[in-house]
């Protein structure tokens, strides 16, 4: 132990032990699947502190108590605590664009059901599942007697309320063009002044719910695109292969699937074929 970390350990307001990590661990990869690596201490330490000063609890061992007890209410909490949500509009923009050129291809092949379902599974904020809105709209617009739906879901219900909202700080908005602005974005008046409102529009194609992706899914699929981005870098390797074969099982066979920048599917899954830059599309 450096110096530093010493000292880190002596200005701590809480006791916190191999022991408390260790279990906490346990519980975020049981709730989540994240798995947290040992750099990951710290994080857990500074974000589970906030909670017990808001419960009122002086120790980590009367909190672990608590989590390993199975209180619902605060095992919310401790997801939405320990869970990161970094997202911006038009994130890795090339999976946009792929997304624009294969629209007016899914409404041709879906003539007979004349419906069109995209999932964000790890919506965050809703910046995702907004741009997937928006790039539906300007690629096949309102076809009339159609069905498309965006589903956009996520484990942690306080970035679901914000993204449910649609409201945003006009930097979270910097990347986007002054057409797209005008057109899709509201500006806020009285005491909402100062921010962006997503447009009606977007918001009505757009379900927003919490899930878990580590728990039963209560989906009807079968889904035509699928973002997951960003998401299972968290996981181990088992864990991805569980899940990228429950997201093969929903998506329509030849559905598309995007994920991060970092993420791949090698030796994860064979149920799918890479499209270039990190988009797949399930193997019928």
Known sequence: MNAHTAAAKLEREFAFNDKHFELLRVCVREHTG????????????????????????DNFDAYCSLITAGD???I?????????????FFRESHH???????????????????????????????????SIAITVREAIGDPPGWDVKVLATDIDSN?????????????????LSRERLSRWFLRGQ?????????????????????????QP??????????FCRNVVIYFGKETQRMLFNRFADVLAPGGHLFIG?????????????????TAYQRIS
């Open 217 to 226: 899914w209560p989906l009807r699929g079968p889904f035509d695109v699928l």
């Open 159 to 175: 970035v679901l309320a914000a993204a449910a909202n649609g409201v945003y700080h006009p930097q979270r908005a910097d990347g």
């Open 190 to 214: 009285g005491k909402n002044a100062g921010t962006l409102r997503v447009v009606p529009d977007l918001q009505d194609l757009i379900t927003f719910r919490q899930l878990n992706l580590m």
């Open 96 to 130: 946009f664009d792929r997304l624009a050129a294969l629209l007016p291809r899914l409404i041709e092949m879906n003539q007979g059901t004349r419906r069109l379902r995209l999932w964000s599974a790890g919506c965050s904020t809703g910046e995702e599942a907004y």
């Open 76 to 88: 919310g909490h401790f997801v939405n605590a320990i869970t990161t949500n970094l997202t911006a």
């Open 72 to 74: 619902k209410e605060e």
């Open 261 to 277: 920048h970092s993420e791949s599917l090698f030796k994860v899954s064979e149920r799918f074929k890479l499209l270039g830059k």
């Open 34 to 57: 994240i798995a947290l690596s040992d750099g990951k201490r710290e994080l857990v330490y500074g974000r589970l502190s906030r909670r017990l000063r808001n419960l009122g609890i």
